[in-house]
Structures are given as structure tokens and as C-alpha cells.
């Protein structure tokens, strides 16, 4: 038996892409170059912007940019070291600057994504003149977030949930050696559960919603959170 997990850019030349300083990102542009960029910055840590697709509408009167962030998604895997908050940052910096044309730019952000656009907004508002915040994550300290991390903890990190993928770890093709442990959150991630903590009470995501998870940018970036909730 052996599994296949989709390759980031750096194993497939077909995938598109933007190069700043050095790295790759996984990006999709739609629209016109004179329409008012629109930059779509995913959930996670870890998930790509697959699941946003749906915003590929909004080029009817937008230039819509997509990006996997540094370490996700089809993105290419790093070393922790780059897996951090203010590498995020600076890269969504990177991102406007390079398709602003000079211009105020909008964003939209979910989850994380949320989180990185209000930490960008404290920083650089004029760059941005509109923003869209989709349930964002952990943008204060407090009971709320102890709250999630303990419904977090039971419906997603239980030992059996992980267990049924584990078997499969010796059998996922290895390319930059990140393959098995994406694979496996992954496969956790597109678990279709109506509910809480993700979900409101009797909606549930669609199936495969997700391509490729990066678990290491996830462990690094938020596995602190659940492990020190404040």
C-alpha cells in the first residue's frame, strides 16, 4: 500500500506560485490587474486557502488573491524557526506589497487569518482600506479561550481519533518528510463533525474540505495555545 499526499510547490512545477524572498507561496490569482485587490488570508495554522474558494465570486469586481502561508497548505515546509507569528506577519506584509500596486488593499481572514489581519491592521492601517474578520481566533486571553481548548482537546485530539491514521504513517510517500504527520492531521481535519467547537450546533463542514494540512506550522504556532491556555 502506498499513499500519496498532495506535493507542495516544490515537488510540482504544475502549481502555481509567487516568489518572495527566496520562498515560494502557493498562490492563485483572479481578476483583472486594475480591479482593487482583494488578499485571502486562510485559518489554521497549517490549512491552505482551499476551503475559501468560494470567494473566487468576488473577481467579478476584484482582483482576488489566494496564498498558502509559509509552511501550509501546497506551500513549502520550513524549519520552525520560520513558523512563528511574526513571520506570518511579515509575510502578509510581503503579500500586500507586492500586489497593492501602489494601492490600499481589502482582506478578509478567518480564524487565524483573522487573528493575522487584526495583528497587520495594529501595524500597517493604511496599507488596507477595508477588512473582513471571520470568526477570529484568540484575539484576547481570558475564559473563552480556555473554554474552546478544552472542547478542542476532547473532540479533536483524542487518542483514538488519532490512532486509526497512525497505522498509515509508514505507507505515505515522503517527499520533504512532512507527508506523514500532514497526512494525518489532514485527515483528522476533513473528520466531518456537526457542532462545537468548529461548527455551529448541527451544521457540519463538507467533506475533503481540506487538500493538504501543514502539521508542522500547527505545532509550532498553536499547540502552545492548547497545551497553556491563558
Known sequence: MRIHVPKTV????SLPY???NGYKFHTEVFGKTDKPPVIIVHGGPGQGYDYMYALKELSNEHRIIFYDQR????????????????QNLQDLDQMIKYFSNGSKVKLI?????????VGYLSRQPNMVSQAVLVEPTF???GAPVKEWVEKFKKE???FWRI???LFAYPFVIKEDGH??????????????????????????????MFKRLGYRAYQNIFQPIINDPK
Not at 516544490?10 to 512545477?13: E, L, T, W
Not at 478567518?110 to 489581519?117: A, D, R
Open 18 to 20: 509567487t516568489e518572495m
Open 71 to 86: 509552511g501550509a497548505g501546497l506551500s513549502p515546509r520550513v524549519d520552525k524557526e520560520y513558523l512563528t507569528l511574526e
Open 10 to 13: 516544490q515537488f510540482d512545477s
Open 179 to 208: 507527508e506523514g504527520y500532514d497526512y494525518i492531521a489532514t485527515k483528522l481535519a476533513n473528520e466531518s463533525r456537526p457542532g462545537p467547537p468548529y461548527n455551529c450546533k448541527g451544521q457540519s463542514p463538507p467533506p475533503n
Open 156 to 158: 479533536f485530539l483524542s
Open 139 to 141: 484575539l484576547y486571553p
Open 163 to 165: 490512532a486509526r491514521y
Open 109 to 117: 481572514g478567518h480564524s487565524w487569518g483573522g487573528l493575522l489581519v
